[in-house]
């Protein structure tokens, strides 16, 4: 299994960092009354997303991550658990990461899902 690299950070940047439950449930309208609502699936993926910070060798570091180990983020990886001890595994969410200048570094933004 692919590890998110020790070299980089571990942990997003409190401002902006964000997780939550995946959503398993299918909603089915009724002709009358309140709609039905069941489980679905019982193994859903987590979204979870923040920025970090990384210094100009570190973003590079993450792009060849990113392009040459994940396979342009398409392979799933272990990284550190946020609100836990541990690791999860995640993969690249819908959206790529972007980053933007940030002081002496950049700021990195991550969209990932916490794999069942």
Same mark, same amino acid.
């Given at each position: 299994?692919?590890?998110?690299?020790? @070299?980089?950070?571990?942990?997003?940047?409190?401002?902006?960092?964000? #997780?939550? $439950?995946?959503?398993?449930?299918? +909603? #089915? !309208? !009724?002709?009358?009354?309140?709609?039905?609502? +069941?489980? +679905?699936?019982?193994?859903? /993926?987590?979204?979870?997303?923040?920025?970090?910070?990384?210094?100009?060798?570190?973003?590079? /570091?993450? +792009?060849?991550?990113?392009?040459? @180990?994940?396979?342009?983020?398409?392979?799933?990886?272990?990284?550190?658990?946020?609100? $836990?001890?541990? !690791?999860?595994?995640?993969?690249?969410?819908?959206?790529?990461?972007?980053?933007?200048?940030?002081?002496?570094?950049? #700021?990195?933004?991550?969209?990932?899902?916490?794999?069942?």
């Amino acid at each position: 299994m692919i590890a998110w690299p020790s @070299t980089l950070p571990q942990t997003f940047m409190s401002d902006g960092y964000q #997780s939550g $439950e995946g959503d398993g449930r299918i +909603r #089915s !309208t !009724t002709d009358s009354g309140i709609a039905k609502l +069941r489980r +679905r699936f019982s193994a859903v /993926a987590r979204p979870l997303s923040g920025s970090m910070f990384m210094t100009d060798m570190q973003l590079a /570091a993450f +792009r060849t991550f990113f392009e040459e @180990t994940t396979g342009g983020g398409s392979l799933p990886f272990t990284f550190p658990a946020q609100d $836990e001890a541990g !690791t999860w595994t995640v993969q690249f969410g819908q959206n790529v990461p972007s980053w933007g200048r940030m002081a002496l570094g950049w #700021s990195v933004k991550l969209e990932l899902v916490v794999l069942p």
